[in-house]
Every structure is written in structure tokens, then in C-alpha cells.
């Protein structure tokens, strides 16, 4: 089996498919595990729970996403899940993930192989079957012929190399990107920060100071009492980490001079790439709709249950959230990790069968984690005959 991309999906992926005995390469073109988990700063691990009114005490999906949480809660056990609105996230540390990542994926060593440093760069299809998959790395340039492909890279490259039916949203239409950047030194705890800051960038943008974009930045505090992440909003066209870091800079010289609390502060650490909400995803057996996630749609396949709402970043807007009945979840069926003309390529993470309006609700990393999983299981399924 070959599982390229070792985000949260793909990590999982390749350990699900290691554990029932099938040999399995994982590339990465990163020298780690953790994708997006790692390089966007983040700090919440959203998707796991259910919103219902009581403090959730397992994660909606069974499976290796459990270990991964009571890893994480044995690493930090300060950490625990916490209510932000109408949802439950769980915070965590990259380094600890990255740890309980390598530690799953040192426990498969017999049948896990781990290529870091290492890209996909084309594919061979023979008879509607992947048969080859070029990739590029230390060890050189050849090619790998698996049984099977799970396409965790979050951005679709075996979907897009394969040929295979897909969708990707017009740059017009696609919703923002991201860029985190933490902040350190500031002035106290200012409990009403999170509110404040939008209510200055939205002046700073009526008076002209800032693009309508940078108007749907967020700050949330964070552990250290002196330190805060920005969250800032960069539209798809404007595809550049240059661009974003002028922007970063714009943003907090303003919140500096209008508010006391950042006045001191510093910028000490920025994502190391955009980090991007939407790309190609699969055309799958079925396509998820927004009615399917709001509806609270099971189906006889369904094999992740996710309540995470619809979290659409709109270019205009900015974010717009729908949410589901309160306790309620949909499923996510098999067919949108299987590709409907490729019979050995299947996806997980940010890059299966769903629609943009759907991707808002699935692309979470808990609910990618179990993406993961099921793809797995799904494939191995396959290749066993
Ligand atoms: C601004 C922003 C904020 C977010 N905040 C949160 C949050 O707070 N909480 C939350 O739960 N989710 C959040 N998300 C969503 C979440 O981070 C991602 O959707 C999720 O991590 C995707 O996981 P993945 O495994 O599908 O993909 P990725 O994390 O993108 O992993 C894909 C991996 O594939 C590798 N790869 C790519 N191409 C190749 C190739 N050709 N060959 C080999 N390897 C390749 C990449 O290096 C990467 O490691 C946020 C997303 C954005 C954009």
C-alpha cells in the first residue's frame, strides 16, 4: 500500500493499514509527521466531539483517534477539552503530536516504511488501476507500484496526476486561505481581546487603513498569559507567504497602536506556509452535500460521524457558520473515500467527496484522523480481495 502524505490523515491512514499486516510506505515530502497540524500553529483539535450540553468524555469516533487522544492527554493532562460557543475542541501542543505520530508509527516498523523528504511527482495508470507512482527524494527518483494509493496530501496530487474526475473551486469562488502568526508580550490579560480585535480591524477597514481580507482576522489567547495567535484571512489569488507576512505586519502595527494590550508585543513565530482551507478533492462514489451535514443525514455505508458545523470562509463575507441540531452528527459514507473510476485509488483528509460547503464541516483533524482509518480499512479490504 502506498499513503502519500503524512498529515493527520495520512499518519493514521498508513498505521491502520501497517496494523492489519500489509506492507506499507508512507512518503512525506516534510521531514515530519503532522501536515497542516504542525506547520498552521494551530492549538485546537476540533471535529472529535459531539455538541451536546454535557462535557463530552470520548470522542464521537472510535478508533486509533482515542489513542491519539489519551496519548496527547498523558503528554500534557493540563490540557483538557474545552467548550469555545457551541462546540468542543481539544487543545494541544505540535510537539506532542508530533511525538505520539512517530510513536504510533515506530510501533508498525515491520510493515510501515516511512520515505520523509520524499514527493509524489507523477502517476501511471493502466486499465483504470493505478500502477505506478513516480516519486522524488534522497534516495533518488523511481517508482513505486502498489496494490493500492490512499491520497492523504491534502491538496489532491494522485486524484489530480491520475486523471481521475475532480473538483476544484474557481479562485473567485474558493474560500480564504490562512496565515497564524503568535504574538508574545502583551500587556495582561485582556478577557474581551478576541471581541476587541475585529471591532478594530473592521474600523481600520471602513476608514481604508486595510483590505476588506484582513477585516476577518481572529486573536485567541492562548496557555501563556503573555502570549496570543492571529489568525489572519489571505484570499486564494493572492498566493504568496511574502504577501502574507507583509500582511501579518500590517495588521499587528495597527492593533498596536489602538490597543494597550499588544502595545509590547512581538511577533515570534508564523506558519510556515498559507495554509489553504480548499483544493482539488475527489469525485468520488457519492459527493457529501451541506444538506447531508445540516440534515443530520446517516447512511447504510456511513463510516465517520462528525458534528462539526459548516465553517465557510467566505472572500466577502468572511466566516458564516451553519450548525447542526444540538447533539446531533451526520455520517460520512465510504463512497466519498473511493474513487468512481480509479479502482485502487482512495483519499482521506481534506481532499475527499465532498462539496465546498461540505469540506467546511469535514476538514477538521479529528474528523480526518477517522478519515483516515476508514481508508485504510477500506483498502485493505480491497487489496485482500
Ligand atoms: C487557516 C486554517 C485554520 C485551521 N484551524 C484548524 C483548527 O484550529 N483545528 C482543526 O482541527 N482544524 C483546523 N484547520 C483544518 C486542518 O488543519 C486541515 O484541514 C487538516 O489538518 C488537513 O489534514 P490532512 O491530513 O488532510 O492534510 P494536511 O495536513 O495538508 O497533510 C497533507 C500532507 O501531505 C504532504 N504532501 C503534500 N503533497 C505531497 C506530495 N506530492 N508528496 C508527498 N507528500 C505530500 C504535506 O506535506 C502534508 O504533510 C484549519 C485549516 C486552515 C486552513
Known amino acids: 500500500m502506498l499513503v502519500v502524505g503524512s498529515g493527520v490523515a495520512g499518519t493514521i491512514a498508513a498505521v491502520s ?8 510506505i508512507l512518503i512525506e515530502r516534510n521531514n515530519f509527521p503532522g501536515g497542516t497540524a504542525v ?28 489513542e491519539v487522544c489519551s496519548q496527547l492527554k498523558a503528554l500534557a493532562p493540563e490540557k483538557k477539552v474545552m467548550r469555545i460557543g457551541k462546540v468542543y475542541v481539544l487543545p494541544y501542543s505540535r510537539q506532542d503530536l508530533v511525538s505520539v505520530f512517530r510513536s504510533l508509527i515506530k510501533k508498525e516498523k515491520q510493515d510501515l516504511e516511512v520515505l520523509y ?12 488501476t493505478i500502477a505506478a507512482v513516480r516519486v522524488r527524494g534522497p534516495k533518488g527518483v523511481f517508482n513505486i507500484m502498489p496494490r493500492a494509493v490512499i491520497d492523504c496530501s491534502g491538496h489532491g496530487v494522485i486524484i489530480r496526476l491520475s486523471g481521475t474526475k475532480h473538483q476544484v473551486s474557481s479562485l473567485q469562488q474558493r474560500q480564504l486561505a ?3 502568526f503568535r504574538v508574545k508580550g502583551l500587556k495582561g490579560r485582556d478577557n ?28 485567541t489567547p492562548v496557555d501563556n498569559i503573555d502570549e496570543g495567535l492571529f489568525k489572519i484571512s489571505i484570499p486564494p ?13 500590517v495588521v499587528h502595527r495597527y492593533l498596536c497602536k489602538v490597543m494597550p494590550l499588544f502595545r509590547d508585543s512581538y511577533i515570534f513565530d508564523t506558519s510556515s506556509e498559507l495554509l489553504v482551507r480548499e483544493g482539488t478533492r475527489l469525485c468520488g462514489e457519492y459527493t457529501l452535500s451541506a444538506n447531508d ?32 441540531d444540538h447533539g446531533d452528527y451526520y455520517e460520512i459514507p465510504v463512497r466519498c473515500l473511493k474513487s468512481s473510476e480509479i479502482s485502487n485509488l482512495f483519499c482521506a483528509g481534506r481532499c475527499i467527496s465532498v462539496s465546498q460547503e461540505a469540506l467546511g464541516s469535514t476538514r477538521v483533524m479529528g474528523t480526518c484522523m477517522s478519515l483516515g482509518e476508514r481508508a ?7 487489496v485482500n480481495g
Open 17 to 24: 493499514v501497517a496494523r492489519k499486516g500489509v506492507h506499507t
Open 39 to 66: 506547520t498552521g500553529l494551530h492549538c485546537f483539535i476540533c471535529g472529535l466531539y459531539v455538541n451536546d450540553t454535557n462535557m463530552p468524555k470520548n470522542p464521537i469516533n472510535k478508533g486509533i483517534v482515542r
Open 117 to 128: 523528504n520524499t514527493q509524489a511527482v507523477s502517476v501511471r495508470t493502466e486499465q483504470n
Open 178 to 180: 490562512g496565515y497564524i
Open 192 to 219: 474581551m481581546a478576541a471581541v476587541k480585535v475585529p471591532y478594530y480591524l473592521a474600523q481600520a477597514y471602513a476608514e481604508k487603513k486595510i483590505p476588506l481580507y484582513l477585516k476577518f482576522t481572529t486573536f
Open 237 to 249: 489569488a493572492r498566493d504568496s507567504i511574502q504577501l502574507a507576512k507583509k500582511d501579518a505586519l
Open 293 to 324: 451535514v445540516i440534515n443530520a443525514r446517516k447512511f447504510p455505508d456511513g463510516t465517520v460521524k462528525n458534528a462539526w458545523p459548516i465553517e465557510l470562509w467566505d472572500q466577502k463575507k468572511g466566516p458564516q457558520y451553519r450548525y447542526l
Open 376 to 382: 485504510g480499512c477500506e483498502a485493505v479490504r480491497m
